[in-house]
């Protein structure tokens, strides 16, 4: 699998786009396939870490895509390097026209550049597909630029796929994306309760960058790291009403029909569909009930995919 480099180990020189690549939805997908083209070259994507938002604006910018999720993604689609630009202050304040100078050409030797038409870049975002043909004019680079893609919902994009994400509709951020939608997490000890009821459940840590769908029980496939194969599941997500409302958001699955000890193990989580919205139950009974419930709902859903 390729990995995750620094710009003084790129291999050069280099084809090369330059974006968050968030998603690696269709549009994106577009602006690869047009860097791959260029064989001669060494495929290269680069991003910036952290994101430029954080940075100067002190916020959170939660990812569809972790970096290191993106390199099996990235490999399949010909990308050879996914380049990490540290972005601080000081690189912040650097102009437009010597990002292109000191980045693109003289760190990453790029000979082929592609962006797509709404590429801003450079101090207070003042660079765009101009300034890059002004600078290399004179110069054997080639750029490529790549249209915005649009369906008949509108334009293509990161915000798009996370704002129906938050809403829980996974059907159709699934189809951005072209792929199915998933986060990993590690086992870490629980109270016990899931257990307590007859519904065992793996807590899961997650990395504080992902962006996770809208609160609610959905049905999803589990993946244990140590095997490829997918467990129907619930998941929950969010808090819990009906045991402690103090409690602060959690990610528990339940493998149905199976019995695992999955401490200290992570788990890759893909949810399909969500069952319904978390609800504060009068007691446990009623919780362990709905819960059944949930079960059979989810293998209903679950056993029309036949994985």
Same mark, same amino acid.
């Given at each position: 699998?390729? @990995?995750?480099?620094?710009?003084?180990?790129?291999?050069?020189?280099?084809?090369?786009?330059?974006?968050?690549?968030?998603?690696?939805?269709?549009?994106?997908?577009?602006?690869?396939?047009?860097?791959?083209?260029?064989?001669?070259?060494?495929?290269?994507?680069?991003?910036? *870490?952290?994101?430029?938002?954080?940075?100067?604006?002190?916020?959170?910018?939660?990812?569809?895509?972790?970096?290191?999720?993106?390199?099996?993604?990235?490999?399949?689609?010909?990308?050879?390097?996914?380049?990490?630009?540290?972005?601080?202050?000081?690189?912040?304040?650097?102009?437009?026209?010597?990002?292109?100078?000191?980045?693109?050409?003289?760190?990453?030797?790029?000979?082929?550049?592609?962006?797509?038409?709404?590429?801003?870049?450079?101090?207070?975002?003042?660079?765009?597909?101009?300034?890059?043909?002004?600078?290399?004019?004179?110069?054997?680079?080639?750029?490529?630029?790549?249209?915005?893609?649009?369906?008949?919902?509108?334009?293509? @994009?990161?915000?798009?796929?996370?704002?129906?994400?938050?809403?829980?509709?996974?059907?159709?951020?699934?189809?951005?994306?072209?792929?199915?939608?998933?986060?990993?997490?590690?086992?870490?000890?629980?109270?016990?309760?899931?257990?307590?009821?007859?519904?065992?459940?793996?807590?899961?840590?997650?990395?504080?960058?992902?962006?996770?769908?809208?609160?609610?029980?959905?049905?999803? *496939?589990?993946?244990?790291?140590?095997?490829?194969?997918?467990?129907?599941?619930?998941?929950?997500?969010?808090?819990?009403?009906?045991?402690?409302?103090?409690?602060?958001?959690?990610?528990?699955?339940?493998?149905?029909?199976?019995?695992?000890?999955?401490?200290?193990?992570?788990? @890759?989580?893909?949810?399909?569909?969500?069952?319904?919205?978390?609800?504060?139950?009068?007691?446990?009974?009623?919780? @362990?009930?709905?819960?059944?419930?949930?079960?059979?709902?989810?293998?209903?859903?679950?056993?029309?995919?036949?994985?």
């Amino acid at each position: 699998m390729i @990995s995750l480099i620094s710009p003084s180990e790129v291999k050069n020189p280099t084809s090369i786009a330059i974006g968050s690549f968030d998603g690696l939805h269709a549009g994106h997908r577009n602006l690869i396939k047009s860097v791959v083209e260029e064989n001669e070259y060494t495929p290269t994507i680069a991003s910036f *870490w952290p994101h430029p938002r954080e940075v100067l604006y002190n916020e959170t910018r939660l990812r569809l895509d972790l970096p290191e999720e993106k390199l099996p993604i990235l490999e399949a689609l010909g990308i050879e390097q996914l380049v990490l630009i540290p972005f601080d202050k000081k690189l912040s304040k650097l102009t437009a026209e010597n990002f292109i100078k000191d980045i693109l050409i003289n760190q990453l030797q790029a000979k082929n550049i592609s962006v797509g038409a709404n590429f801003r870049f450079g101090f207070k975002r003042s660079g765009d597909i101009n300034t890059i043909k002004h600078v290399i004019k004179d110069m054997d680079i080639k750029l490529k630029i790549i249209s915005i893609l649009e369906d008949n919902e509108g334009r293509i @994009s990161s915000s798009r796929i996370r704002d129906l994400l938050q809403k829980s509709d996974l059907k159709n951020a699934c189809k951005i994306l072209n792929r199915a939608y998933s986060f990993k997490g590690k086992v870490v000890r629980g109270k016990g309760i899931g257990k307590s009821l007859g519904f065992p459940t793996a807590n899961l840590e997650i990395d504080g960058r992902k962006f996770l769908p809208g609160e609610g029980v959905y049905a999803a *496939w589990t993946t244990i790291e140590i095997s490829s194969h997918k467990i129907a599941s619930i998941m929950n997500l969010g808090s819990q009403p009906t045991i402690d409302p103090l409690l602060p958001s959690a990610v528990e699955v339940h493998l149905i029909n199976k019995d695992i000890n999955l401490y200290g193990l992570n788990l @890759s989580v893909e949810p399909v569909k969500k069952l319904r919205s978390q609800i504060q139950f009068e007691n446990i009974d009623q919780l @362990s009930n709905q819960i059944k419930k949930d079960r059979e709902n989810a293998l209903r859903i679950l056993e029309k995919f036949n994985i």
